[in-house]
């Protein structure tokens, strides 16, 4: 019998104005799974024991550990390019071993409470889901089970790896990219809250246009209209996409001076977020218990399987052969991807997700700073997760800790990273670690889940343009787009 339970539950009379004041204004885009139902389901919920919990946070910081670790097998080159332009497996090697600073991360993994998760992929990049995560699915707690806990310390970690990481930061704001578009779109959302949890750390921050950032080749610097030189800048722009762009090239693992731009994430999470990841883990650790086989030449020997592009994002262009049965892109009556597979593929063994009456959850285990900091789940009613997946809240069985036990957790030191010397086809890393009991034998421990101090945004669900405090007179304030200047000597991504 599964351990992990998904039960039908009545939905909050008014759940979409609660949702939208604390920010998340796109919880009605039609999902297409369950026949459309909103994005943000709260008709239901999943129930995890500590046990469960516990085993899940010891799988995750493990994880990262390895992937770091089959980063710098990728990064000597002995699996090939990645499908990156010249010269980028260079600056990621640097970058890497420089020890750039690193923010945040989504593990997805396929598990229903018995045996041992597997690893799906590594959103190590751009992941997005944050706010949903971190606060909407917090709040729904708050109102619905106020006794009992969540695993969710998301914000709390945050913002203090925003504190912990100031030090490594020119004094200079902190600029906060995003994409233009319709207000309340979801990378806007994530953008915008990150830089949240980066004031309340302390930092000085301003927000910009991704397409309003571009190089100024006379003083060679990247720069951003209304902040100069460019000090520090987080994106939730890709790195493949921006390695690739005209300016790409120079980017610096390292910063190494007054007009040097430290990335956040950094230029080494290209490695990590490369479905090649999957492949260099399965060479590096081969036979570990939280991995699936995978390859970059093809299936091999593998009867189930499913190919990834090596960039894709949100299941576009996966395309998988189950039974003899051809599935994804390109299956029969299912168009290709015009986006993504020229780079190449990662083939994958299949591996079903568990299926609770028809939907099947994918677990999102977040990392902030290297430490396991919660969980999101999305489900779906196709075999392969896509952007159509619902959001669905979690909570745990068991009440939840004083807050001098929440407070004792969140200052546990993040396990190291072992110190290895760097992976190649001939010296890898040693034995492959064990990965810890299922939760049948673990011990039980309430994970911290501490109440956030955030702030909830107040937006309305019809907000105009986000930048405008006008268009929301409670809104804290936020740098607006502004007009950038026809100046040739800048290239805009």
């Known amino acids: 019998m599964s351990l992990l339970r998904r039960t039908v539950i009545d939905p909050r009379p008014n759940w979409r104005d609660r949702v939208s004041s604390q920010g998340l204004v796109f919880y009605d885009a039609p999902s297409g799974a369950g026949g459309g ?48 332009p010249p010269g980028a497996l260079e600056i990621a090697r640097a970058s890497l071993e420089a020890d750039a600073p690193s923010l945040y991360g989504r593990f997805d993994l396929a598990w229903d409470g018995r045996g041992h998760a597997k690893l799906l992929e590594y ?33 709390e970690r945050l913002v203090q790896a925003w504190r912990d990481v100031a030090w490594r930061l020119p004094q200079a704001p902190v600029v906060f990219a995003h994409h233009p578009g319709s207000a309340g779109a979801e990378e806007e959302m994530t953008v915008t809250y990150l830089r949240d949890t980066a004031d309340q750390a302390g930092l000085r921050t301003v927000s910009l246009p991704i397409d309003q950032i571009g190089y100024d080749e006379a003083r060679r610097c990247f720069v951003g209209e209304g902040t100069d030189v460019l000090r520090t800048c987080f994106k939730l722009y890709p790195w493949e996409d921006m390695l690739a762009e005209t ?23 290209v490695l990590l977020s490369n479905k090649a990841l999957l492949a260099a883990l399965w060479q590096v650790y081969p036979g570990h218990e939280c991995l699936l086989p995978a390859y970059l030449d093809g299936p091999r020997d593998l009867v189930d399987w499913v190919a990834k592009p090596l960039h894709g994002r949100e299941g576009e262009g996966i395309h998988a052969q189950v039974g003899g049965r051809a599935l994804g892109a390109g299956a029969p009556g299912l168009p290709p991807s015009s986006r993504y597979g020229a780079e190449g593929y990662c083939y994958q063994q299949w591996f079903p997700l568990p299926s609770f009456e028809g939907h ?43 807050e001098a036990t929440q407070a004792a957790w969140l200052t546990e030191p993040a396990t190291p990273i072992p110190s290895r010397e760097r992976p190649t086809p001939t010296a890898l890393p040693g034995p492959p670690r064990a990965a810890p009991a299922p939760p049948e034998s673990a011990p039980a421990k309430e994970p911290a889940s501490p109440v956030p101090t955030w702030r909830p945004f107040r937006v309305e669900p019809d907000i105009g343009d986000y930048g405008d405090p006008t268009a929301a007179p409670d809104l804290p304030r936020r740098d607006g787009p502004q007009d950038y200047p026809n100046d040739p000597t800048r290239g805009i991504f």
């Open 37 to 84: 139902s909103p994005y943000w389901n709260e008709d239901a919920c999943y129930r995890l024991t500590s046990a469960e919990v516990d085993y899940l946070e010891t799988v995750t910081e493990q994880l990262h550990q390895m992937c770091v670790e089959a980063g710098r097998f990728l990064a000597s080159g002995a699996m090939g390019s990645l499908g990156l």
């Open 123 to 155: 959103n190590a990049d751009t992941p997005t889901g944050l706010l949903e995560a971190s606060v909407i699915q917090w709040y729904w707690l708050q109102d619905t089970h106020p006794d009992l806990d969540q695993w969710n310390s998301l914000h």
């Open 360 to 402: 099947r959850p994918v677990l999102g285990c977040w990392v902030v700073d290297g430490r396991a900091a919660g969980l999101g789940i999305r489900e779906g009613t196709q075999d392969i997760t896509d952007h159509l997946a619902r959001f669905v809240p979690h909570l745990i069985e068991a009440p939840r800790p004083d």
């Open 247 to 269: 300016f790409g090239r120079y980017v610096e693992p390292v910063p190494s001076g007054s007009r040097s731009t430290t990335w956040i994430e950094p230029p080494w999470k």
